[in-house]
């Protein structure tokens, strides 16, 4: 698949141009609706827009593409496009920038515009008709023709106002299914979707055969090819019906959208219809459901599209904190085992030099040099198992080598967490232990070892001078929970904090990606995170985990 093909599941025409302001690609759609343009000159001739652009001697200023392509911002304009059989097209047009390409959308807009053009129309019918009014108020026949065609313009207006009032097919269809009923009197009616040969009832009145599969003669099929609405006496409603009783009227309304079959309206009736009287009625209720129904099915699937487009982004940020926090793992790895590594070499030195001390400080007949010297050389000695344990608190806390889940003590995971940001509470924080009696958890242990990390060190940045923090873990109802309570500053938009970017630290300080990923790996967990926060109160994280 080409990186552009998505495109071509789009149902409005995309036009994408190079930075030469060459035509890249162009979807199905578009070279469905227009020529198939190689060059972005000859197709933006035959486009034109409502603007009056600066005085210039340049012509391409005219033109909404160029617009377009010259604006470093996104661009938008209702357009205008001239057909070889010098129809008109209405398009809103929409420029977006991605990198070196133009991305240009063309959403069609005909409909509305030709709905506006039948409103402005009725307008004219009921000036018409005001004026018959006014001219013959002595001939009781004119005003009947006058009320009749007010019915007929009323009908007109109200499936109008249905359409621009919903979107739902369902809903349209229903709406004019009764407005048309009560015009003819029809005891039966129904929408069939066409289907090659055959139609498809898929919204009746009667809520009766739906979905069944209905078939016309020779004659009608080709009244329907034709677009003509048809006025018949007849037994039978179509070819699969049980007959009727006795003789009724079928009248069969095609619906088109750019000349493309749709569907077929049937209505049944028992009075006596002359088709001439409604016929343009008739007409203009096909063309505009015609367009209705286009417009609803369109707006349906784009609005599947933005949520498969709003899943999609959710799951590419899920991807992109995982592929941050695995670099940055990876990252700190590398970083241990260097440190690791240059801190034992030195370490090695010193702890020999250490060991030949103990042995030379035997030799020495001085009693109080000796003494002084045996508890220097303690203190060295005590210096060097602290870095050492130092070292290996580092390597277990990156465990870069335990992908795998695995049983851990999470209390002592803690305490090695503690251990590691010793130097931040020492002397200003005091830590209060509360530890249960907890069996191994199942886990990922250097995951769980980021999530202490992240939230004792936001508890240690919140509380600005001295406090406390408590830590409480238990084991129950086969869950682990571990709670983290401190007397800090407490969280102003506690319910914004796993977002991913949110930070309430300062410039330069917060990343805002520490909540975030430690809440992605506690759904790894098949946990759950949550916090408690009061202003000047502090704040409590309670985390829960399910033993498998």
């Given at each position: 698949m080409g990186k552009f093909d998505l495109f071509n599941k789009f149902t409005m025409p995309v036009l994408i141009i190079g930075e030469n302001r060459e035509i890249v690609y162009t979807n199905n759609a578009f070279k469905?609706?227009?020529?198939?343009?190689?060059?972005?000159?000859?197709f933006s001739h035959k486009l034109d827009c409502d603007f009056v652009p600066l005085e210039t001697d340049s012509a391409s200023v005219y033109s909404p593409i160029f617009q377009a392509l010259?604006?470093?911002?996104?661009?938008?304009?209702?357009?205008?496009?001239?057909?070889?059989?010098?129809?008109?097209l209405y398009f809103n047009m929409t420029s977006t920038k991605r990198g070196n390409y133009t991305i240009i959308t063309l959403v069609d807009v005909t409909a509305d515009v030709k709905l506006q053009s039948a409103l402005k129309q009725n307008q004219t019918y009921k000036i018409r008709i005001d004026f018959l009014e006014d001219e013959n108020k002595s001939s009781s026949k004119l005003q009947l023709l006058a009320q009749n065609q007010a019915i007929k313009l009323l009908l007109l207006n109200n499936i109008s106002n249905i359409i621009r009032s919903s979107i739902d097919t369902s809903v349209i269809l229903e709406l004019a299914l009764k407005e048309l009923s009560g015009l003819f009197g029809a005891f039966r009616a129904y929408y069939a979707e066409a289907h090659d040969s055959k139609f498809v009832v898929k919204e009746s009145l009667s809520k009766k055969g739906i979905n069944n599969v209905i078939s016309f003669d020779k004659r009608v099929n080709e009244s329907i090819k034709e677009g003509k609405v048809s006025c018949i006496t007849c037994r039978k409603e179509y070819n699969e019906a049980e007959p009727f009783k006795e003789n009724v009227q079928r009248i069969i309304l095609p619906v088109y959208h750019l000349n493309n079959l749709i569907g077929v309206i049937v209505l049944s009736t028992k009075q006596k219809i002359k088709l001439e009287d409604t016929l343009k009625v008739l007409e203009d209720v096909s063309s505009q459901l015609g367009n209705a129904i286009i417009q609803a099915e369109l707006y349906k699937k784009n609005e599947q599209m933005v949520k498969d487009l709003k899943k999609a982004l959710k799951e590419l940020k899920a991807t992109q904190l995982q592929l941050i926090n695995s670099a940055k793992m990876a990252s700190l790895g590398q970083l241990v085992a260097g440190v690791a590594h240059e801190i034992n070499t030195p370490l090695a030195a010193i702890k020999s030099n250490n060991e030949i001390n103990t042995k030379l400080l035997r030799q020495i007949d001085d009693k109080e040099l000796s003494e002084l010297l045996e508890e220097t050389n303690k203190i060295d000695k005590e210096a060097i198992e602290r870095i050492n344990l130092l070292v290996v608190s580092l390597r277990k806390y990156v465990r870069l080598d335990e992908a795998e889940l695995q049983e851990a003590d999470i209390n002592q995971e803690i305490d090695l967490t503690l251990e590691l940001l010793r130097h931040e509470t020492k002397n200003r924080i005091d830590i209060v232990k509360n530890y249960g009696k907890l069996p191994p958890v199942k886990c990922y242990p250097n995951m769980l070892n980021q999530v202490f990390t992240n939230?004792?060190?936001?508890?240690?940045?919140?509380?600005?001078?001295?406090?406390?923090?408590?830590i409480d873990t238990n084991f129950k109802n086969k869950s682990l929970i571990v709670k983290i309570k401190d007397t800090g500053c407490g969280i102003k938009e506690p319910n914004k904090i796993f977002d991913l970017g949110y930070t309430t630290k300062g410039v330069g300080v917060g990343t805002g990606l520490g909540l975030a990923i430690s809440q992605k790996i506690i759904e790894k967990h098949k946990g759950k995170i949550d916090v408690k926060t009061k202003i000047n109160h502090g704040s409590e994280f309670s985390i829960t985990i399910p033993s498998e």
């Open positions: 469905r609706i227009f020529k198939d343009y190689g060059n972005i000159k000859k010259n604006s470093n911002e996104d661009f938008t304009a209702y357009v205008k496009y001239q057909t070889l059989s010098n129809e008109y939230i004792l060190q936001n508890a240690i940045h919140a509380i600005k001078e001295k406090g406390t923090i408590s």
